[in-house]
């Protein structure tokens, strides 16, 4: 009985589709002058939380969410994020 379960189940599964979210950041720096405080957009698939500890701790860096969107498919090999929907957007209107 067992044998027939297991059998039902790896027959009807389908194959699993795979995705990830991206988040889209704007970064300064608070360790520097005000006056040097040059902001930079970034690209990640780690969580606000994530990103500030890995890049450089919490308390040299300011990290404000901009966008988030799902990307469908892989991560590895060093791929592309896929491109932000509102980009897009931005395309077809343009």
Known sequence: MTKLCLLLILGTTTQALAEYR???YLVKNT???????NAYLAISTLDPISY???KAG???IKVDLMR???CPGYTGMNQDYCASPYEKVKEQVQ
């Open 22 to 24: 991206v988040f889209q």
């Open 52 to 54: 500030r500890s890995y």
């Open 68 to 70: 988030t969107w799902i």
């Open 31 to 37: 360790a520097l002058k005000a006056q040097d405080q």
């Open 58 to 60: 919490s308390l040299n």
